[in-house]
C-alpha cells in the first residue's frame, strides 16, 4: 500500500453533471499526476502538478481540469460528463516526478 | 494515444513456472518502468531501468532493454498464484510524463 489516498471510491453520475475527485498525496512528494484509465486499457496521463504549477497536460479537453494545494493534494474536476468519461481515475504522486506511487483510484460511472 | 505496447495480451501459466512479457515503443526514452496492477486497483511500482542500462535485477524479477530495439522484457521467475495481475510497461521521455501500454494479464495457476 502506498500513502496515496483517493476520494471517493466510487461515483455515479449522470450525463451534463460536474464531478470532483480528490487525492491526497504521500507524505513529502512534491508532484503528483492523474490519469484515466478505461476498461482494458492502460492510464492515459490527464495531466500533472508540480508544487502547484500545471507542467504538462495529455490529450484531454479544457473540460478536464486541476489544482494541487500547498499541502500537496490535488483534486481533478470534469464539467459536462460525458458516457465515455466513464472510467476507473489515477492519482499518482512522486518526489520530483517519477517514480510514481498510485492512489487505488476512483471508479466514475457516467449514465 | 499509448506509446507502449505490450506483447503478449494475456499469458496462462503453472505456478511454479516462469512468466515473460516484452514491451515494444517507438520514441526515444530518458527511462522505462514496469509496474502491476491487482483487479482494476491502483498501479503498483516494480522496477526502472534507465536509457544507458541494459537488465536490472529485483527479486524474482528481470527486466532487460534494448534501445536499438525500442524494447524491453519483463521476466518473472517461480511464479506464484500471488502474481496473478495486470502488468504495464511505461515510458518516460525528456518532459518526464509517463506513457503506458494497454497491458498483459497474466494468470497463475495453481
Known amino acids: 500500500e502506498t500513502g496515496v489516498t483517493q476520494s471517493p471510491t466510487h461515483l455515479i453520475k449522470t450525463r451534463g453533471q460536474q464531478v470532483t475527485l480528490r487525492c491526497s498525496s504521500q507524505?513529502?512528494?512534491?508532484?503528483v499526476s492523474w490519469y484515466q484509465q478505461a476498461l482494458g486499457q492502460g492510464p492515459q496521463f490527464i495531466f500533472q502538478?508540480?508544487?502547484?504549477?500545471?507542467?504538462g497536460r495529455g490529450n484531454f479537453p479544457p473540460r478536464f481540469s486541476g489544482l494541487q494545494f500547498p499541502n500537496y493534494s490535488s483534486e481533478l474536476n470534469v464539467n459536462a460528463l460525458e458516457l465515455d468519461d466513464s472510467a476507473l481515475y489515477l492519482c499518482?504522486?512522486?518526489?520530483?516526478?517519477?517514480?510514481?506511487?498510485f492512489g487505488p483510484g476512483t471508479r466514475l460511472t457516467v449514465l | 494515444s499509448q506509446q507502449g505496447e505490450e506483447d503478449p495480451q494475456a499469458l496462462s501459466i503453472q505456478e511454479g513456472e516462469n512468466a515473460t512479457m516484452n514491451c515494444s515503443y517507438k520514441?526515444?526514452?530518458?527511462?522505462l518502468q514496469w509496474y502491476r496492477q491487482n483487479s482494476g486497483r491502483g498501479l503498483v511500482h516494480l522496477i526502472l531501468i534507465r536509457s544507458n542500462e541494459r537488465e536490472k535485477h529485483s527479486g524474482r524479477l528481470r527486466v532487460t532493454l534494448d534501445t536499438s530495439k525500442k524494447s524491453s522484457s519483463l521476466l518473472i521467475t517461480a511464479s506464484r498464484a500471488a502474481d496473478t495481475a495486470s502488468y504495464f510497461c511505461a515510458t518516460v521521455g525528456n518532459d518526464y510524463k509517463l506513457s503506458f501500454g494497454a497491458g498483459t494479464t497474466v494468470t497463475v495457476r495453481a
Open positions: 520514441t526515444s526514452i530518458n527511462n
Open positions: 507524505s513529502g512528494h512534491n508532484t
Open positions: 502538478y508540480y508544487r502547484e504549477e500545471e507542467n
Open positions: 499518482a504522486s512522486s518526489f520530483d516526478q517519477t517514480p510514481l506511487f
